[in-house]
């Protein structure tokens, strides 16, 4: 007998709707067979769908069974469609009423007992039941949170295998998931350091501000110790808090890559800060599964790359096109997967290999040789789509020892959320978000220039001999300061505020 059971898997970001058909035949021998290019995790499902219905108190068919994959030139992996496969041999041997069939899919990994274990990928596979039109989903109850974030379907918690059965012969009725409730995870955002902590470096702090509210890539120059990595980590609590269409925008990329750990949306903007030994797949992505890279898991948030010129330089020029396009398509084996990838780059470098070109206390014992070495590593083409360059000089002993606490990042956040109101009612037509994501045709129809103003810059392109990146961006960091002082049009302190964080690549 012949029955069809919907699951689904995922490729890239994208729930694919999967028919796993079971046929138990009336007669031959007994055998147990997978097709439709199924992985080594998937042929290794036979033995646990087995065992978990026999432990059910079932009987497994003592004839031919095929199970096969449909559509079968998709590559399958995982051990999700362990719950579907032992649903579909359940099904046509008549211990399951079929009809649910119609209008359900389930994903699930069976553990020996019988009992189903979590997967990832299940928020793309929610949304892909919605799409489909499909009204119920049965997955892992460790699961059905995360699928709550889509409304409109029944999510359904699978305890146990025995669990589904009685209630498919309606024996036993299982409750539907509440919807997820967005206050609640508003409560959950926490920050690790807050911007009243970091002593001193007031220009930095503008600097990091004027990023925060357009959206701006940085770079941090200066000595050990002069606090980079802490005003990085500090940079996260002054961003805009993300609206529901983030949350889930960012939290199906945690799914599929089985970082969804604790039942926790991310409800906080990603901070990802891989080590310099990161290799090129692990930054943009890719490997055998296609799966998401750091640049990717780090999208509407911070992606922090410490000692900047140390990591490989085939990795650093990876980040040219994400850098301009927000996204990333990487092309394997197994296909074609497109991943978000729009993140605020926070850079951060010593002057010289030693760390003390420049300061005022302690020598460098760097040769020119070495110094012009260490600053090759990072090419021009990655430096100029830098937005911001500025010194972190060490911080004076004065502000170290005082007493009195900096400004908040709550403080912050508020002028920053005001500037990007600001920045939402101009693109409100557009898809774009922020200032640094403007094209050219954006700042020619949004960005104000007063005729001094103008002027000012025309002067700078000629004698800094700026590029044409350049230029364009700095009208757009012109742009969001204006923002921070709330004027519609850029003036010449706009522009020479600007320029000055240009200057140090030049």
Same mark, same amino acid.
């Given at each position: 007998m012949l029955s069809k059971v919907f699951s689904a898997t995922t490729l890239g970001l994208d729930g694919v709707l999967i028919t796993v058909e079971v046929d138990v035949a009336a007669r031959g021998f007994p055998s147990f067979k997978i097709v439709g290019l199924p992985s080594k995790a998937i042929e290794e499902s036979k033995e646990r769908v087995r065992t978990a219905i026999i432990n059910t108190s079932f009987s497994m068919p003592e004839t031919k069974t095929v199970i096969n994959l449909a559509p079968a030139d998709i590559p399958k992996e995982g051990s999700l469609f362990d719950l579907p496969i032992a649903v579909g041999i359940l099904a046509s041997q008549g211990f399951i009423e079929k009809s649910f069939l119609h209008s359900s899919l389930c994903v699930g990994e069976l553990s020996l007992d019988g009992r189903v274990s979590p997967v990832p990928g299940i928020l793309p596979i929610a949304t892909l039941v919605k799409r489909q039109g499909l009204k119920n989903l049965f997955i892992p109850i460790d699961n059905t949170k995360e699928a709550s974030l889509v409304d409109g379907i029944q999510v359904f918690g699978v305890n146990t295998l025995s669990d589904l059965i009685l209630h498919v012969n309606k024996e036993v009725e299982l409750k539907p998931s509440a919807p997820v409730s967005w206050d609640s995870l508003r409560a959950e955002e926490q920050y690790e350091i807050d911007f009243k902590d970091v002593k001193g470096q007031q220009q930095a702090k503008r600097a990091l501000e004027i990023a925060a509210a357009g959206g701006h890539n940085i770079l941090l120059k200066g000595p050990p110790g002069a606090g980079k990595t802490m005003l990085a980590r500090a940079f996260p609590s002054i961003l805009p808090r993300m609206d529901e269409q983030e949350i889930v925008e960012v939290s199906k990329i945690y799914s599929v890559t089985e970082a969804f750990k604790d039942n926790?949306?991310?409800?906080?903007?990603?901070?990802?800060?891989?080590?310099?030994?990161?290799?090129?797949?692990?930054?943009?992505?890719?490997?055998?599964?296609?799966?998401?890279? $750091?640049? #990717? !898991?780090?999208? *509407?948030?911070?992606?922090?790359?410490?000692?900047?010129?140390?990591?490989? @330089?085939?990795?650093?020029?990876?980040?040219?096109?994400?850098?301009?396009?927000?996204?990333?398509?990487?092309?394997?084996?197994?296909?074609?997967?497109?991943?978000?990838?729009?993140?605020?780059?926070?850079?951060?470098?010593?002057?010289?290999?030693?760390?003390?070109?420049?300061?005022?206390?302690?020598?460098?014992?760097?040769?020119?040789?070495?110094?012009?070495?260490?600053?090759?590593?990072?090419?021009?083409?990655?430096?100029?789509?830098?937005?911001?360059?500025?010194?972190?000089?060490?911080?004076?002993?004065?502000?170290?020892?005082?007493?009195?606490?900096? $400004?908040? #990042? !709550?403080?912050? *956040?508020?002028?920053?959320?005001?500037?990007?109101?600001?920045?939402?009612? @101009?693109?409100?037509?557009?898809?774009?978000?922020?200032?640094?994501?403007?094209?050219?045709?954006?700042?020619?129809?949004?960005?104000?220039?007063?005729?001094?103003?103008?002027?000012?810059?025309?002067?700078?392109?000629?004698?800094l001999s700026l590029s044409a990146r350049s230029y364009f961006k700095i009208v757009k960091l012109a742009q969001t300061i204006a923002d921070l002082d709330e004027k519609e049009e850029i003036t010449t302190t706009h522009i020479s505020e600007a320029i000055q964080y240009r200057v140090k690549e030049e």
């Amino acid at each position: 007998m012949l029955s069809k059971v919907f699951s689904a898997t995922t490729l890239g970001l994208d729930g694919v709707l999967i028919t796993v058909e079971v046929d138990v035949a009336a007669r031959g021998f007994p055998s147990f067979k997978i097709v439709g290019l199924p992985s080594k995790a998937i042929e290794e499902s036979k033995e646990r769908v087995r065992t978990a219905i026999i432990n059910t108190s079932f009987s497994m068919p003592e004839t031919k069974t095929v199970i096969n994959l449909a559509p079968a030139d998709i590559p399958k992996e995982g051990s999700l469609f362990d719950l579907p496969i032992a649903v579909g041999i359940l099904a046509s041997q008549g211990f399951i009423e079929k009809s649910f069939l119609h209008s359900s899919l389930c994903v699930g990994e069976l553990s020996l007992d019988g009992r189903v274990s979590p997967v990832p990928g299940i928020l793309p596979i929610a949304t892909l039941v919605k799409r489909q039109g499909l009204k119920n989903l049965f997955i892992p109850i460790d699961n059905t949170k995360e699928a709550s974030l889509v409304d409109g379907i029944q999510v359904f918690g699978v305890n146990t295998l025995s669990d589904l059965i009685l209630h498919v012969n309606k024996e036993v009725e299982l409750k539907p998931s509440a919807p997820v409730s967005w206050d609640s995870l508003r409560a959950e955002e926490q920050y690790e350091i807050d911007f009243k902590d970091v002593k001193g470096q007031q220009q930095a702090k503008r600097a990091l501000e004027i990023a925060a509210a357009g959206g701006h890539n940085i770079l941090l120059k200066g000595p050990p110790g002069a606090g980079k990595t802490m005003l990085a980590r500090a940079f996260p609590s002054i961003l805009p808090r993300m609206d529901e269409q983030e949350i889930v925008e960012v939290s199906k990329i945690y799914s599929v890559t089985e970082a969804f750990k604790d039942n926790k949306f991310v409800v906080c903007r990603p901070f990802r800060s891989p080590h310099h030994t990161v290799s090129r797949v692990g930054l943009i992505g890719g490997s055998n599964r296609l799966n998401p890279g $750091e640049i #990717s !898991l780090a999208h *509407r948030g911070v992606l922090f790359l410490d000692e900047f010129p140390e990591y490989p @330089r085939s990795v650093i020029e990876s980040l040219r096109q994400p850098l301009e396009d927000g996204i990333v398509t990487i092309t394997r084996a197994v296909g074609t997967a497109t991943f978000p990838a729009r993140f605020i780059l926070i850079a951060a470098s010593n002057p010289c290999p030693c760390g003390y070109l420049g300061h005022d206390k302690k020598p460098c014992y760097c040769s020119m040789q070495q110094i012009m070495k260490y600053k090759k590593r990072v090419s021009g083409p990655i430096l100029d789509r830098i937005d911001i360059h500025i010194d972190v000089p060490p911080v004076k002993k004065d502000d170290l020892s005082s007493v009195q606490d900096a $400004e908040t #990042s !709550l403080s912050i *956040r508020q002028r920053v959320d005001a500037a990007r109101s600001r920045q939402t009612q @101009r693109f409100i037509h557009s898809l774009i978000k922020t200032n640094a994501e403007m094209t050219t045709h954006h700042t020619k129809k949004h960005c104000l220039i007063h005729n001094d103003a103008e002027q000012l810059l025309k002067q700078a392109f000629s004698k800094l001999s700026l590029s044409a990146r350049s230029y364009f961006k700095i009208v757009k960091l012109a742009q969001t300061i204006a923002d921070l002082d709330e004027k519609e049009e850029i003036t010449t302190t706009h522009i020479s505020e600007a320029i000055q964080y240009r200057v140090k690549e030049e």
